[in-house]
């Protein structure tokens, strides 16, 4: 591609092999806006809040951070409904997004990455928006995620576009233009905590109290440090008289001098003429500052429906229930914002013919951290009463498969019956397994009378009869 002119701020191109010219943008056409002004931008058109604030306090951005790295590290998978009532997984090859979702959503984010964002924006302001670009057939090509503040939604009737725009030259290079609309049918739209049936009611604003407070608190206690606990009060004396103005500025000057060498190299400040200092506010651990910071991160967590150890905050945690917590988190928390993205990617990237066949799915297991102990077990288990294959166990510990297939071979406890779903004994219990049993059933020697075989070497006897 060839530049053939150029102007202050554009430039014009030529595509190989033809004549048509194409727009590409300097990236000095316009300033990058900065995270202040987005919010900024945010709060006046679309009443989100101030996300630079929340961010600023430590609980609530862990909290969104936990929620959606531990989503994203999970592996979304299309998966085929079986008629027992069970699913597998869809390889890549038989379906369209199984084989864009083994490759990247685009080329400049992987799928961890993107799915890491939608979540995130999920946290923050209970919606989440992804444009999809699809090719001349209606397949899903690329799916972009856009912040939520870009976004301006349109109804006509009962249908309903999105305006989408991309401020800076970053969100042009992922959009591929400064302005673009979208069908409904295109964008990928995750509500949650929905009162108007459109549109999530935002975090920010749900929790507006509990995150003023959080940040009044964290104020307090920047500031409190940043002046390096220095204590207020008021200087007075036993004796009577006050102090002359010639006195009075001399210690005022003093005092002043000393405190700042006090603060800078711990000089020890020295009172004299009988002047005392009284103290006349509280001391951090007076006012159980550690106490209240906890319960306000407690209050954080609670509103994002995250336990306090996912944010470091091991008070009142214990070994005997943090599996419990754990399961807790993953059933009440994951769980539920999983679905909403399924569903909502599975609504505008599958047809409602496919819906019936395939849906999407986080792997559950991967959503939190795994008991190596107990899937150890499991497989083991799972390996002696013959569910699943030795090559199968031996993926689970990390292991290749048995050369020339010996490892496609299951351990079938000898002593159970095998039946199908008819009833029908397919293989019998044996408390010893031989293959040639049947063989050997047919080969057994007639039966033989007993009486028969004893008489035969046993002499004739006399029997004395009496008779009266």
């Known amino acids: 591609m060839d530049v053939i002119t150029s102007d202050t701020d554009m430039f014009r191109s030529t595509v190989p092999g033809t004549n048509e010219q194409i727009e590409m943008f300097d990236k000095g056409m316009s300033a990058e806006m900065s995270m202040d002004d987005f919010m900024q931008f945010m709060k006046d058109e679309y009443n989100v809040g101030s996300i630079t604030k929340v961010l600023q306090i430590a609980a609530f951005m862990l909290c969104c951070d936990v929620i959606a790295q531990d989503i994203s590290k999970s592996n979304l998978r299309l998966r085929e409904r079986l008629d027992n009532v069970t699913s597998r997984v869809v390889p890549a090859r038989k379906h369209p997004f199984a084989a864009l979702h083994a490759l990247d959503p685009y080329r400049r984010h992987t ?142 000057m003093q005092f002043k001098t000393l405190m700042q060498r006090f603060r800078s190299g711990t000089e020890p400040i020295v009172l004299e003429d ?73 609504k505008t990237l599958l047809s409602r013919k496919d819906r019936l066949r395939y849906f999407l799915e986080y792997d559950r297991n991967e959503m939190t951290l795994r008991d190596t102990k107990l899937e150890t077990e499991r497989a083991i288990r799972a390996l002696e009463r013959g569910a699943i294959e030795i090559d199968e166990a031996r993926a689970v510990f990390g292991y290749n498969p048995l050369p020339k297939g010996a490892g496609q071979v299951r351990l079938v406890p000898v002593n159970m019956v095998l039946i199908d779903r008819n009833n029908e004994v397919i293989v019998g219990a044996s408390s010893s397994p031989d293959n040639n049993s049947a063989d050997n059933a047919d080969q057994t020697e007639e039966p033989v009378d007993e009486n028969e075989d004893a008489t035969k070497d046993v002499a004739p006897i006399l029997r004395v009869i009496s008779s009266n």
């Open 111 to 252: 799928w961890m990455q993107y799915h890491e964002m939608t979540v995130l924006w999920s946290c923050l302001t209970s919606t989440s928006i992804s444009a999809v670009f699809r090719n001349n057939i209606g397949e899903p090509m690329e799916i972009v995620p856009v912040q939520t503040g870009r976004v301006h939604e349109k109804i006509n009737g009962r249908e309903v576009f999105y305006d989408i725009t991309a401020s800076t030259q970053q969100e042009q290079a992922l959009l591929g233009s400064a302005f673009q609309t979208f069908a409904e049918r295109d964008i990928i739209h995750v509500r949650k905590r929905m009162l108007d049936g459109m549109d999530g009611y935002s975090t920010l604003d749900a929790g507006r109290a509990t995150l003023d407070t959080a940040g009044q608190l964290d104020a307090y206690r920047s500031k409190l440090f940043g002046e390096e606990g220095l204590i207020r009060g008021v200087f007075w004396r036993e004796k009577d008289g006050s102090l002359n103005d010639f006195a009075f500025n001399r210690l005022r």
């Open 274 to 346: 009988g002047v005392k200092f009284q103290p006349i506010s509280s001391k951090p651990d007076e006012i159980e500052l550690t106490k209240q910071f906890e319960a306000q991160i407690n209050e954080v967590c609670r509103l994002l429906r995250v336990p306090p150890h996912k944010v470091f905050l091991m008070s009142g945690t214990k070994y005997e229930n943090l599996e419990t917590q754990e399961k807790m988190y993953v059933g009440d928390t994951l769980i539920p914002v999983a679905k909403q993205h399924e569903g909502s990617m599975a």
